[in-house]
C-alpha cells in the first residue's frame, strides 16, 4: 500500500504538471470510486475548474480545484494517479481526467478500494482532524509532541505507527524501518518510551520516510509513481521483507513476526524492548466524611 513517500513522490511529480491546467472534462468508468456522490454529480462538478495544486495529508492526495473546493483522493491498497503521457497501461482504470494540453490523468487501481470525495476547502480540516494526527515532516513533530501523543498507550509501537490519528502517514514499510533506525523492539509499548527513545523515533521516522521519498517510493507491489514508473526505495530497505537476513547494523539476523496482523521485521539483536513503565503508585482511598 502506498505510504507517505509514495504518496509524496508522485505529488511532486504531478504538481508542476498540474498546475494552472484546466480540466475538460472528468470520466468516472467506476462509481464505487466516489461513492456516495453519483459520478454524473462529480463530473459536472469538476469539469472545467481549473487545478490550483496538487498536496499531500497523511496518505491522501490533495487535488485543488479553483471554486474553493478539493477533490481528496486515496489510493488505498493499488491505486495509481499517473499522467497518460507515461508508460502505464490502460488498464484497471477508474476515472480520467483530461486535461486542456491534451493530456489525460488517470487513476487506476486493480483492487478498486481507491476513493475520491469532493470537499470545501472550509471542511478539510474538519474531515482530516478526527482521522489523521501529526503530519511527520512538519516542524511540528518534535519529540514531546510525540511523547504527549504516546503517554498512556500501551499499544505496541508498531501498532501505535501505523494508527494514522497519531502520526500521519506511516504504513507498514516505514514502520519497520523507522523502529529498526531508533533501535526500537516493534512490540515495545507506546507509553514506555522515554526522552532518549523519543527522540530517537522522532528521528527515525524522518529518515526514513526521507529516505522513502529520496528512493522514489517503493514498488513491492502496484505502486507506480506520477509517470508510471516503479519506484526503487524496495532495493534499499533496511529490514522490512528482509526475513533471514544479516541485520545491516549487527550480528543479528532479522526477523518476521505479526503484529496487528501485518508482517513485521527486526532485529532482535539490536532493537531494545522497552518495559511497560511501572504505573504510578496509587493515591490512597479518598476518606469518608
Ligand atoms: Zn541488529
Same mark, same amino acid.
Given at each position: 500500500?502506498?505510504?507517505?513517500?509514495?504518496?509524496?513522490?508522485?505529488?511532486?511529480?504531478?504538481?508542476?504538471?498540474?498546475?494552472?491546467?484546466?480540466?475538460?472534462?472528468?470520466?468516472?468508468?467506476?462509481?464505487?470510486?466516489?461513492?456516495?456522490?453519483?459520478?454524473?454529480?462529480?463530473?459536472?462538478?469538476?469539469?472545467?475548474?481549473?487545478?490550483?495544486?496538487?498536496?499531500?495529508?497523511?496518505?491522501?492526495?490533495?487535488?485543488?480545484?479553483?471554486?474553493?473546493?478539493?477533490?481528496?483522493?486515496? !489510493?488505498?491498497?493499488? /491505486?495509481?494517479?499517473?499522467?497518460?503521457?507515461?508508460? @502505464?497501461? $490502460?488498464?484497471?482504470? %477508474? &476515472? +480520467?481526467?483530461?486535461?486542456?494540453?491534451?493530456?489525460?490523468?488517470?487513476?487506476?487501481?486493480?483492487?478498486?478500494?481507491?476513493?475520491?470525495?469532493?470537499?470545501?476547502?472550509?471542511?478539510?480540516?474538519?474531515?482530516?482532524?478526527?482521522?489523521?494526527?501529526?503530519?511527520?515532516?512538519?516542524?511540528?513533530?518534535?519529540?514531546?509532541?510525540?511523547?504527549?501523543?504516546?503517554?498512556?498507550?500501551?499499544?505496541?509501537?508498531?501498532?501505535?505507527? !501505523?494508527?494514522?490519528? /497519531?502520526?500521519?502517514?506511516?504504513?507498514?514499510?516505514? @514502520?519497520? $524501518?523507522?523502529?529498526? %533506525? &531508533? +533501535?526500537?523492539?516493534?512490540?515495545?509499548?507506546?507509553?514506555?518510551?522515554?526522552?532518549?527513545?523519543?527522540?530517537?523515533?522522532?528521528?527515525?521516522?524522518?529518515?526514513?520516510?526521507?529516505?522513502?521519498?529520496?528512493?522514489?517510493?517503493?514498488?513491492?507491489?502496484?505502486?507506480?509513481?506520477?509517470?508510471?514508473?516503479?519506484?526503487?526505495?524496495?532495493?534499499?530497505?533496511?529490514?522490512?521483507?528482509?526475513?533471514?537476513?544479516?541485520?545491516?547494523?549487527?550480528?543479528?539476523?532479522?526477523?518476521?513476526?505479526?503484529?496487528?496482523?501485518?508482517?513485521?521485521?527486526?532485529?532482535? &539483536?539490536?532493537?531494545?524492548?522497552?518495559?511497560?513503565?511501572?504505573?504510578?503508585?496509587?493515591?490512597?482511598?479518598?476518606?469518608?466524611?
Amino acid at each position: 500500500m502506498p505510504e507517505l513517500p509514495e504518496v509524496e513522490t508522485v505529488c511532486r511529480q504531478l504538481e508542476p504538471e498540474l498546475e494552472g491546467r484546466r480540466i475538460e472534462r472528468l470520466e468516472v468508468d467506476d462509481p464505487r470510486w466516489c461513492r456516495p456522490m453519483p459520478p454524473a454529480e462529480l463530473e459536472a462538478a469538476v469539469a472545467g475548474r481549473t487545478i490550483e495544486g496538487l498536496g499531500r495529508r497523511g496518505k491522501y492526495l490533495l487535488l485543488g480545484l479553483d471554486d474553493e473546493r478539493t477533490l481528496v483522493m486515496h !489510493l488505498r491498497m493499488t /491505486g495509481n494517479l499517473v499522467l497518460s503521457t507515461c508508460s @502505464a497501461s $490502460e488498464r484497471h482504470l %477508474r &476515472a +480520467r481526467f483530461v486535461l486542456d494540453d491534451g493530456r489525460e490523468l488517470w487513476f487506476t487501481d486493480p483492487r478498486r478500494f481507491g476513493e475520491a470525495l469532493l470537499l470545501d476547502d472550509a471542511q478539510l480540516d474538519a474531515h482530516f482532524a478526527p482521522r489523521l494526527g501529526v503530519e511527520p515532516l512538519s516542524d511540528e513533530f518534535t519529540p514531546e509532541l510525540l511523547g504527549e501523543i504516546a503517554a498512556g498507550r500501551t499499544a505496541p509501537l508498531k501498532s501505535f505507527l !501505523l494508527a494514522q490519528k /497519531g502520526v500521519a502517514g506511516v504504513g507498514n514499510i516505514y @514502520a519497520d $524501518e523507522a523502529l529498526f %533506525r &531508533a +533501535r526500537l523492539h516493534p512490540l515495545s509499548p507506546a507509553g514506555s518510551m522515554k526522552p532518549e527513545h523519543l527522540e530517537a523515533l522522532r528521528d527515525a521516522v524522518v529518515a526514513a520516510l526521507e529516505a522513502g521519498i529520496d528512493g522514489g517510493g517503493a514498488s513491492i507491489d502496484d505502486y507506480r509513481d506520477g509517470r508510471g514508473e516503479k519506484g526503487r526505495m524496495q532495493d534499499e530497505f533496511l529490514v522490512h521483507t528482509r526475513e533471514g537476513e544479516p541485520c545491516p547494523r549487527c550480528d543479528g539476523t532479522v526477523e518476521r513476526i505479526v503484529v496487528s496482523g501485518r508482517s513485521t521485521y527486526f532485529c532482535p &539483536a539490536c532493537q531494545v524492548r522497552l518495559r511497560r513503565r511501572s504505573r504510578r503508585r496509587r493515591r490512597p482511598a479518598r476518606r469518608s466524611p
